[in-house]
């Protein structure tokens, strides 16, 4: 693969360490073939069930530890490293499930109290790497100040999939992301969002291989997210909007994980030792393999699963 050199934001690495809908869109599909179709065109019906895979939460949990987000292929974070302070903890216990506007949303919250040993930050993520081309659909809110204490801390709120570097520049990483900076950080003064498509990286002296594009201004409350990635391009769109489109350099070799989590770059950004509360909420996360939807498709796609009163399908294959 040819690699392109782009200036990548100045930042840490990471090191990470509904089957009834489904029947009922296949059968629908079926019920309309005539009573004289060929085998063939039945053949073909099916196939296009089969192929469906999709992953779809609505995030209907009671709490970090409901047995259901481990038996839905879910890893809620506790291990320490990067990203973000050195130091820091990864606390399960801070991502929570509420009830809004009749459905449940997630919550990820991240404290600090301007030391790393109070510092508490969130991630979960699918334990399986299993996803690559296809579209990728989050509805996220972000926040630009935390719900308590003062503000300005560099924090990172995010959508994103991901796989391990295998090593310093290897050709085969991938990644995919959207971050939202509500106080700066990287360089930056204020609210910005970042879209980046990596091709590899190297921690030690730092050297990144990525494209990003980036918006300055604030993106508090929520936001439709998606992320398309076909043979050609990596395409992202915010609230049905196009934000940017990456080159083929940075298509993915290997299949990724899915990740949400909210993180502080350092402790320079507010030198307080009040504490502090920052939120980031997710309502449903949608994968649909090896399909470009446009936005409007996706939002289609999760109007559909609700009104079935789907929570949770996942027929994407493990490889």
Same mark, same amino acid.
């Given at each position: 693969m040819t690699q392109h050199l782009t200036p990548a934001p100045a930042r840490r690495p990471r090191r990470r360490a509904a089957a009834a809908l489904a029947c009922a869109l296949g059968c629908a599909a079926l019920a309309v073939l005539p009573a004289a179709a060929s085998a063939a065109d039945s053949t073909r019906a099916d196939s296009r069930a089969t192929a469906d895979a999709v992953l779809f939460d609505d995030f209907s949990y009671t709490a970090h530890d409901d047995p259901r987000v481990s038996a839905h292929g879910w890893s809620v974070r506790g291990n320490s490293s990067g990203p973000g302070v050195p130091g820091a903890s990864w606390v399960p216990r801070n991502i929570t499930f509420s009830s809004a506007g009749g459905g449940t949303v997630m919550d990820l919250e991240t404290k600090t109290a301007g030391t790393a040993a109070s510092t508490e930050q969130t991630e979960i993520l699918t334990r399986s790497p299993k *996803? +690559?081309? /296809? &579209? @990728? !659909?989050? +509805?996220? $809110? *972000? %926040?630009?100040?935390p719900a308590s204490g003062p503000d300005g801390d560099r924090v990172v709120q995010t959508f994103f999939t991901i796989n391990d570097l295998k090593a310093p520049? !290897?050709?085969d990483y991938s990644e995919y992301d959207f971050e939202y900076l509500p106080n700066g950080g990287w360089g930056e003064p204020g609210n910005i969002l970042y879209t980046t498509s990596w091709e590899t990286y190297d921690p030690d002296p730092w050297q990144a291989v990525n494209q990003h594009t980036e918006r300055r201004e604030s993106f508090a409350g929520w936001h439709d997210l998606v992320l398309t990635i076909d043979d050609r391009a990596i395409t992202y769109y915010v609230d049905g909007r196009h934000f940017a489109t990456h080159d083929a350099a940075y298509l993915p070799e290997r299949p990724m994980s899915i990740n949400f989590n909210q993180w502080l770059i350092d402790l320079a950004g507010q030198p307080a030792t009040q504490l502090r %509360?920052? #939120?980031?909420?997710?309502? @449903?996360?949608? #994968?649909? $393999?090896?399909?470009?939807? &446009?936005?409007?498709q996706t939002t289609q796609r999760v109007a559909a699963y +609700?009104?079935? /009163? &789907?929570? *949770?399908?996942? &027929?994407v294959p493990t490889p």
């Open positions: *996803f +690559r081309n /296809g &579209t @990728y !659909a989050a +509805r996220v $809110k *972000f %926040s630009d100040a520049m !290897a050709d %509360s920052y #939120h980031q909420q997710v309502d @449903y996360v949608l #994968h649909v $393999k090896d399909q470009v939807l &446009t936005p409007a +609700r009104d079935a /009163g &789907t929570a *949770f399908q996942d &027929t």
